[in-house]
């Protein structure tokens, strides 16, 4: 059926970079809000950021001015650039798809992401 494939999690340094990818059929991609959350230990589920079939971005107040969430049609996928990565960024990643057409929803299975020296 449908289906969310990421990518690009790890262990980074502090105030390192990473990019998370997660890519989606293009019939479901195509007409979905796109967003990306996050899951620590023992904490609930909060999202992180997301973009509008058309761009139009927004993000946690924790977030901002660090990671850039972005999409690319020709390849039904999008991305979480992730700067300036912190400790407490770390967690299990979850791309997210909201067709507009639908009140369906679709979860990736998670990306651990993992910020320590």
């Known amino acids: 059926q449908v289906q969310l494939v990421e990518s690009g999690g790890g262990l980074v340094q502090p105030g390192g970079s990473l990019r998370l990818s997660c890519a989606a059929s293009?019939?479901?991609?195509?007409?979905?809000?796109m967003g990306w959350y996050r899951q620590a230990p023992g904490k609930e589920r909060e999202l992180v950021a997301v973009i509008s079939v058309g761009g139009s971005t927004n993000y946690a107040d924790s977030v901002k001015g660090r990671f850039t969430i972005s999409r690319d049609y020709p390849k039904n996928t999008v991305y979480l650039q992730m700067n300036s990565l912190r400790a407490d960024d770390t967690a299990v990643y979850y791309c997210?798809?909201?067709?507009?057409?639908?009140?369906?929803?679709?979860w990736g299975q998670g990306t651990q992401v993992t910020v320590s020296s």
């Open positions: 997210n798809a909201r067709p507009t057409t639908s009140s369906l929803q679709y």
């Open positions: 293009r019939t479901v991609f195509s007409i979905s809000v």
